[in-house]
Structures are given as structure tokens and as C-alpha cells.
């Protein structure tokens, strides 16, 4: 029969009987005394945009070396926390499907299975709609087999509105309850989570509620706030970029004005990478309202030195200045005389109007989700995934992976969760563009 869970200090003295507390310490925490020392050295990023107070706590490694401790002295103990047998961790991918979950869902059970002894994983089906309603099958080695390169997820997705998580139903417990209850049900460890900004909040919702939680920062849109890349992000930019050159072949031999719409409802990060890569001659951004009027006395001075087409990419939430001063009520019903007609459909119909262009519109969408990584995605998203599961493994929780200055390292849900990384307006790389001529509305 396993044994009790031991409390640390209890495996401390199993662990040490007859040594000193020092090594004793050792002996319980195994690695863990040297990642304690390596965050006591600094080893570790820093984060200048997060509070104080988490930045101490990333920085000094306290909660990493307690976490550590903590599974150590489990294991010291023969076991893990939970789970009667070994660790049980589940993990799911939610929200709008990308390129790189399956790498990810791959780097991390690799790890697993190749570090962790008795090690169950647990795949929720279609997101957290999977967790709800305890829909899951056990992974295997041979699972995660081949599926590198392979576009979608293995597991399946959906949107869980962040909104109704807490809503309730009659008298049913809410979703988030479900989940709660389902994840001690199942006697999990530790729920690993594959997402964008909502799948990130409702993260941090179950980590407040006590679940041990791991976010994983996946989104083309490259939003999460606290990490420079997410992965999907650079497949995106390339599939988006070859598009937009590809519209530029067939605009110059028409001498016309094309409106590229591009994905990203809040933030421009995918138009702005994706527009400087195929050199687009204006970006519109939702960060940077434009005028319709400026617009076209732009594109006619370009006309007018020699160009023989202008290609604009537009992101899917750029908006006019006159909207971007609207409240969201007043924009929605000023946007019902357009019908579903998107951004670039709407800027290549009243621009024609206005000016008598030769205006076409190109809506990229749902291609730029679809398909296998980029080299660069498979890298970092078997990256993010094994370090997801290093976390586990060390018993790290509450926290996101992320990528800064080129280095692995998490960031606290709670401190992430709802904050939104946008283009700044002002920033370096938009300035850039601007001195170079790239056009970008105002
Ligand atoms: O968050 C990624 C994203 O592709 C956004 O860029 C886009 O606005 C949204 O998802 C589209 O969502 P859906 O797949 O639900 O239409």
C-alpha cells in the first residue's frame, strides 16, 4: 500500500536521519538545492513589467525552491502528491486552434515519460469542455509519435467564454466548479493548459480555486502579456507574409490598391510582422486608429511617384479614427449599415467610392491557424512544452511559461492573466517602419 503523504519537514528527517539539517536538505530536495542556488545567482530573467513583489518572488527562486522541496520530498517518500500511483497530469488546448500544439503536447510528454517515474497523462478532450465534462483519453509514448509537424491538436478545442466559467445554471454548480471538482475527482497532480489570453484567465480562475496549474502560451495573435513570442505566432507571420507577396504579383499587373486583412482583433503584432516581411507599403493596426481621408491621399502620392499597385495590410481590428472615438454600443450599431462586410471589404468599398480606385480586398483568415509549424515554432513549442513539463516536475505552479531575451522562464497567472501585450504606438520597431515610409494611417 503507498504511504501517507509525508509533510516536507517529515521527509526531511526520513530523508536525513542521522545527518545534518544542510544535508538533510540535500538529500530531500535532490536537484532542487541547485536550482535554488542557481535563482539565488541570478541565473534566472528578470521582469521589469511585472509587480515588485513577483518579480522578487521569480527572481530569488523562493516559491521555485519550496516547489521543488516540496515534490522532492515526495518522491523521497516514494511518491508524488496525490496520485496514488506516481503523478497524474492532465493537459488540454483551448481557444482558437494553432500551429505548434501538437509539438508542444509532444515536448511535454517526452519529458514526461522519458524523466518522471509512473507518470499519467491525461488528454481533455476539446479544452476545457473536456475538463467540464470529464472527456479525456490516457496518453501513450506512441500517442505523441510523428505529430511534430502535424497542424491542429491532437486533443481537440473549443472557446469556453471566460465570461460564463462563473456563471451558474439553475441550481447546477458552475463550470468552474466542474472543473474543480472533476480535477480532484480524478486525483490529478497538475493541469497543464495550451493557450491565448481567455484560456490563460480561466487558468489563473482554477489555480486561485487550488489546482495546480501550468499555462502555456500559445496564439497567433502573440498577445500574452509577459512573453516576447508565443508559439503559432511565426507560422502565422510566414503563411501571412507569403500572401501578401503573392497579392502584390497580381496588384502590380493590374495597377490596383489591395486591402489585405490580416488576424488579430485587439493587437497588430501578426499585421505588422507580416506587413514588414512582404513589405507592405501601409499596416493598419487596431493600436493606431487611421483616417479614411489620409488613406486616400496616400495611396494617390504613391500612384503618383510611380508605383504601379499599393498593397495595405489591414489587421481585423483596425478601425477609423472616427470609430476608434465610439463606445463599443455606438461602434456595433454604426457598423450594422456594413452587414458582415469584415475591415478590408468595408476600406476597399468606400475607398473605390470615395476616389475611384481600383480597390480589391483579400480576407486571409482561418489559413493563417491552419497547417504544420515553421521551423522556429517546432523549436520553441517542443521548447515550451518540455519546460512546461520541467515545471511540473519541479512542482512549480500557478505559473505561465514565456520567452524573454531569448530564454525560458514563467511568469505568476495571476500577475499575467487579463493584461494584454499590444503594439506600442510609439514603439521602436513602428518608428522604424515609419522613417523607412511605411505608411500606417494616421
Ligand atoms: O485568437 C486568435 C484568433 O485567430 C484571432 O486572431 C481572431 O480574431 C480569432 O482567433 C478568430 O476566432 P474564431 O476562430 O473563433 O473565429
Not at 1 to 10: D, Y
Not at 130 to 154: K, N
Not at 343 to 363: D, H, M, N, W, Y
Amino acid at each position: 500500500m503507498t504511504p501517507p503523504c509525508p509533510t516536507f519537514s517529515a521527509a526531511l528527517q526520513e530523508a536525513g536521519k542521522g545527518k545534518s539539517f544542510l544535508q538533510s536538505f540535500a538529500v530531500a530536495t535532490g536537484r532542487g538545492g541547485k536550482f535554488f542556488y542557481k535563482f539565488f545567482t541570478s541565473r534566472y530573467i528578470k521582469f521589469p513589467n511585472l509587480a515588485p513583489q513577483t518579480q522578487n518572488l521569480c527572481y530569488n527562486g523562493i516559491g521555485y525552491g519550496a516547489g521543488r522541496a516540496k515534490f522532492s520530498a515526495a518522491a523521497a517518500s516514494g511518491r508524488f502528491c496525490a496520485g496514488e500511483k506516481g503523478r497524474r497530469i492532465g493537459i488540454l488546448t483551448s481557444g482558437g486552434g494553432g500551429p505548434g500544439l501538437n509539438a508542444v503536447i509532444r515536448g511535454f510528454c517526452k519529458y514526461c515519460f522519458n524523466k518522471m517515474k509512473d507518470v499519467e497523462i491525461l488528454g481533455f478532450l476539446e479544452g476545457y469542455a473536456g475538463l467540464i465534462d470529464r472527456q479525456y483519453r490516457q496518453l501513450s509514448p506512441a500517442d505523441v509519435e510523428g505529430i511534430l509537424d502535424l497542424g491542429g491538436t491532437i486533443l481537440g478545442t473549443s472557446r469556453q467564454p471566460y465570461k460564463l466559467m462563473t456563471v451558474k445554471e439553475g441550481e447546477g454548480p458552475t463550470r468552474l466548479q466542474q472543473m474543480v471538482e472533476n480535477y480532484k475527482k480524478l486525483r490529478l497532480d497538475c493541469l497543464v493548459t495550451l493557450g491565448g489570453a481567455g484560456t490563460h484567465k480561466t487558468a489563473s480562475l482554477l489555480s486561485v480555486e487550488g489546482c495546480n496549474v501550468i499555462g502555456l502560451p500559445k496564439t497567433i495573435d502573440n498577445d500574452i502579456y509577459g512573453t516576447d513570442v508565443t508559439f503559432g505566432f511565426h507560422t502565422a507571420v510566414g503563411i501571412a507574409a507569403d500572401a501578401l507577396k503573392r497579392i502584390r504579383t497580381t496588384a502590380d499587373s493590374h495597377r490596383r490598391v489591395f486591402f489585405v486583412e490580416v488576424m488579430g482583433n485587439k493587437v497588430g503584432w501578426l499585421t505588422l510582422y507580416a506587413g514588414m516581411a512582404a513589405g507592405a507599403d501601409a499596416i493598419l493596426l487596431p493600436e493606431i486608429p487611421f483616417d479614411e481621408d489620409n488613406l486616400i491621399k496616400f495611396i494617390a502620392e504613391k500612384q503618383a511617384s510611380g508605383a504601379r499597385s499599393v498593397v495595405i495590410a489591414v489587421a481585423e481590428g483596425a478601425m477609423s479614427r472616427r470609430e476608434a472615438d465610439m463606445g463599443k454600443k455606438e461602434r456595433r450599431d454604426y457598423l450594422v449599415q456594413f452587414g458582415s462586410a469584415t475591415v478590408a471589404e468595408r476600406l476597399a468599398g468606400t475607398i473605390s467610392q470615395k476616389s475611384g480606385l481600383s480597390c480589391r480586398s483579400t480576407v486571409l483568415g482561418h489559413i493563417q491557424r491552419g497547417g504544420d509549424p515553421c521551423a522556429y515554432d517546432k523549436v520553441i513549442s517542443t521548447d515550451i512544452g518540455a519546460f512546461g513539463a520541467h515545471l511540473a516536475d519541479i512542482g512549480r505552479f500557478g505559473v505561465t511559461v514565456c520567452i524573454k531575451g531569448n530564454r525560458l522562464g514563467f511568469n505568476v497567472l495571476t500577475d499575467i492573466a487579463g493584461r494584454t501585450k499590444r503594439v506600442p504606438a510609439d514603439g521602436q520597431q513602428v518608428l522604424l517602419a515609419k522613417d523607412m515610409g511605411v505608411y500606417f494611417g494616421e
